[in-house]
């Protein structure tokens, strides 16, 4: 599937996360609006990456708008890329404006204070709940929790790993897929929703390697391997 | 550490996943006893893979047991690996006897008749279950979730994928990653034991990918990615 001039919201889109994920969106050509609370920080990031993309020769098309304008501007895809602290304040607010959308949210539900663990809601995970909060008629497609911000950020090297996709509606999942793997990596179907149980909670077990003296590297992903691997 | 001639056992050692563990085991010069309720089968099985290894030019030492004198001849670890269904009541039979040793838990609570879904203990974990039933004077070691039968059992390859540990004993997990990356493979320190709830539920995301059509391959493993990837 092409994205090629999909136009793509990140809400949170000035946070490491996101800023990251519009860069490598907006390399492989799709349309990004950033959203953000305050709407004069997006505009401000979105020149700053698109002068960033400008200095490596490419074009690309990164906006900035207020949430809620951010998800309006979406074609069909709309990135949930916020603090776990913010997750549900921000979903009660764009519920009304997602209808016919899909809302893929990235947010781990990290504790507290204590980012090699996570405290999952009561659903069982981000994912689960806010296709609850959503409901039914409002796909959740959970996708991009293990891929560091740095990984993202660092546009000399290629994203390092694999990508995991979970949600209740396949053909939503499919898209997501397509603009994950526009970026130059591979993304699997990952199952249900409930896989998001397990998805989340791989990125405190990166966290904890990264900063661990055990391992010789930051940045940590996780990859599927074959046999011939 | 060296595991060479470190007794191991294996209980539920006639299974696939506990006779592909035996081969690689043995095949580093660790000398491993199955342990089996059939302690004739246990013995039976023992002798096919020793000829087995032998046809490879491998001298090794696998012996057959009864699941609880395997586990009293062990030095230090005991392998957990019986079907889900099996793990209460085994864990009951042997906890007299694993005082002062390590029990290695790899067994992943699959739902019944859905191998894409698990079905997790009201402790988190099959790790964390295993870890309350035995108390804290015998730590518990959750490992090898994510690692296929077929993948130990193929012997013509190395160990395709990384392998997460964790626990809530530092020691005793770095005695098993010891272990473990005697095989030839890396094994990670994943965190406590509350990691299990992640890295069990791995499991029947690759049996998801497995039987897909979605991926070109089967028995896939996962692995830590540094950004060199």
Redo the contacts between chains.
């Keep these: 599937m092409s994205t090629e001039n999909e136009k793509v919201a990140i809400i949170g889109g000035t946070g490491p996360q996101g800023k990251g994920l519009a860069l490598r969106l907006a390399m492989a050509g799709t349309q990004v609006i950033l959203g953000s609370r305050d709407a004069a920080k997006a505009q401000q990031v979105a020149q700053t990456l698109t002068a960033q993309l400008a200095e490596r020769g490419v074009q690309a098309e990164i906006t900035g708008l207020s949430m809620e304008a951010a998800t309006q501007a979406a074609d069909s895809m709309v990135i949930l890329s916020v603090p776990y602290s913010a997750h549900d304040a921000t979903l009660d607010a764009l519920k009304p404006l997602l209808a016919g959308k899909i809302l893929v949210d990235i947010v781990v539900p990290l504790a507290p204070g204590n980012p090699?663990?996570v405290e999952m809601p009561a659903a069982g995970s981000v994912t689960e709940h806010a296709q609850i909060v959503l409901g039914e008629s409002i796909p959740v497609v959970g996708a991009l929790h293990n891929v560091s911000a740095i990984?993202l950020n660092?546009l000399s090297?290629p994203i390092?790993?694999d990508i995991?996709v979970c949600g209740n509606d396949l053909a939503s999942k499919k898209s997501v897929i397509g603009l994950i793997e526009s970026m130059g990596t591979k993304a699997?179907?990952?199952?249900l929703a409930?896989?998001a149980?397990?998805?989340e909670?791989?990125t405190?077990?990166?966290i904890?390697?990264n900063i661990?003296k055990?391992?010789?590297?930051?940045?940590?992903?996780?990859?599927?391997?074959?046999?011939?691997?």
Excluded at 214 to 229: K, L, N, Y
């Design positions: 090699k663990a990984t660092d090297r390092n790993c995991l699997y179907n990952a199952g409930e896989s149980r397990c998805i909670a791989i405190p077990i990166l904890r390697l661990s055990d391992v010789p590297f930051s940045h940590a992903g996780i990859a599927i391997c074959p046999p011939e691997h």
